[in-house]
C-alpha cells in the first residue's frame, strides 16, 4: 500500500490517503480495518462500486474518474449497504462527516500525490 495526500488545485484536502495497489488491497479496502480518522481516507483504483458489507461503520465516498474529475459523492454510506457511478474509475473513502468539512463538489478535479 502507497500512502500519499489529496489535493483540491494547491490545496491539500487530505494529509494521509492510503492508495491500494495490489488486487488483494483493492479487494479488501477497509474490510477487517479500524475506522478512519478525520484527514485520512484510501483510494481504491479500478473501483466503480464499493459496498460496506461485514462494515460496522459509516463512510463517506467520492466517485473519481480517470481524469480525477469527481463524478459522484455519497455521505455517510451505512453497513450493509452498496454506491456506485459507472462514470468512475476510482472510488476515495472517507471518513463519515469529511465531504462536509473539505467542500469537495461534483465536478472538482482532486490529485493524489505520493508521500
Same mark, same amino acid.
Given at each position: 500500500? #502507497? ?15 492510503? #492508495? ?11 474490510? &477487517?480495518?479500524?475506522?478512519? #480518522?478525520? $484527514? ?8 466503480? +462500486?464499493?459496498?460496506?458489507? $461485514? ?12 481524469? $480525477? #474529475?469527481?463524478?459522484? +459523492? ?7 449497504? !452498496?454506491? &456506485?457511478?459507472?462514470?468512475?474509475? !476510482?472510488?476515495?473513502? +472517507? ?11 461534483? $465536478? ?8
Amino acid at each position: 500500500m #502507497k500512502i500519499g495526500s489529496v489535493y483540491l488545485g494547491e490545496q491539500c484536502v487530505l494529509p494521509r490517503v492510503w #492508495k491500494a495497489v495490489s488486487p488483494w488491497e483493492r479487494t479488501r479496502g477497509l474490510l &477487517g480495518r479500524p475506522p478512519l #480518522k478525520p $484527514g485520512e481516507g484510501m483510494l481504491i483504483n479500478d473501483c466503480r +462500486l464499493v459496498h460496506t458489507l $461485514g462494515m460496522a461503520y459509516d463512510l463517506d465516498l467520492v466517485f473519481i474518474d480517470r481524469h $480525477g #474529475k469527481v463524478r459522484k +459523492l455519497v455521505s455517510g454510506l451505512r453497513p450493509a449497504r !452498496a454506491a &456506485g457511478s459507472l462514470a468512475a474509475c !476510482a472510488t476515495l473513502e +472517507l471518513a463519515p462527516g469529511t465531504l462536509s468539512r473539505i467542500g469537495v463538489c461534483e $465536478g472538482d478535479t482532486l490529485e493524489w500525490r505520493e508521500a
